[in-house]
Nanobody, 126 residues
Framework: QVQLVESGGGLVQAGGSLRLSCAASGRTFSTLTMGWFRQAPGKEREFVAAVTWSGGSTYYADSVKGRFTISRDNAKNTVDLQMNSLKPEDTAVYYC???????????????????WGQGTQVTVSS
């Protein structure tokens, strides 16, 4: 079992930046692929970004590629999502997710993750 706690959400104007952080506990962090998903009102949860257990591979949704950067610190058991050039359509609740040794096409599927944080709201005003 893994406990995940997100932080860093808030309100920002379009074009601005936010940095989300997720702190993990309860299982060896270095075995976990970490993902970020988001869910806007009335929409399904969608993949945003992921980083594999060693940090060797990162994955991004096309909608955020070039604007968002995911990174992890295995010494601190944290994963961050740096979000730049934010757009109103980035408004959503952002969730951190974790599961062991996911890679490739698996990382974009919410069903593959067995551990989720409570979510943090990101609102981008136009």
């Amino acid at each position: 079992q893994v406990q995940l706690v997100e932080s860093g959400g808030g309100l920002v104007q379009a074009g601005g930046s936010l940095r989300l952080s997720c702190a993990a506990s309860g299982r060896t962090f270095s075995t976990l692929t970490m993902g970020w998903f988001r869910q806007a009102p009335g929409k399904e949860r969608e993949f945003v970004a992921a980083v594999t257990w060693s940090g060797g591979s990162t994955y991004y949704a096309d909608s955020v590629k070039g604007r968002f950067t995911i990174s992890r610190d295995n010494a601190k058991n944290t994963v961050d999502l740096q979000m730049n050039s934010l757009k109103p359509e980035d408004t959503a609740v952002y969730y951190c997710a974790a599961d062991r040794y996911l890679s490739g096409v698996q990382v974009a599927s919410a069903y593959k993750y067995g551990n989720w944080g409570q979510g943090t709201q990101v609102t981008v005003s136009s």
